[in-house]
């Protein structure tokens, strides 16, 4: 290798770079559901594992939430100042949301993805 391609290589590993995320753009593993939902003004919301709460708020922009197999789960909040990412597995996921908008959602198992309404 020459001297140019070491100096390319090097620069390349040390330079630091940030990666955002594409939600729009990931393919779920098969099997896995993903919903997307869209927060205009407060939306409150809440996800728990088993009984352990992951976390709530009210103030967001978009909520991703994927259900992977093997109990596994990735959920990316983005509340436009910055993006939360949460990722795990255990328990059934479960999430409480009121008042957002669902954007998109996938999955060969997603059954009913939309939020429910209140009465």
């Known amino acids: ?42 939306c409150p919301t809440r996800c728990m594992k088993g009984e352990t709460e992951i976390f709530s708020t009210d103030t967001y922009i978009a909520l991703t939430v994927m259900q992977m197999p093997g109990r596994k789960f990735w959920i990316s909040i983005d509340t436009g100042a910055k993006n939360l990412d949460f990722i795990g597995s ?14 998109s959602g996938q999955g060969a198992n997603a059954i009913n993805p939309e939020p429910a309404r209140r009465p």
């Open 1 to 42: 290798m020459s001297l140019k391609t070491w100096i390319a290589l090097i620069a390349a590993l040390i330079t630091p770079f940030t990666a955002h995320a594409q939600t729009s753009k990931i393919v779920p593993l098969s099997g896995s559901m993903t919903w997307h939902y869209e927060c205009r003004s407060k």
């Open 90 to 103: 255990g328990p059934e996921l479960f999430c409480l949301i009121d008042g957002a908008v669902l954007g």
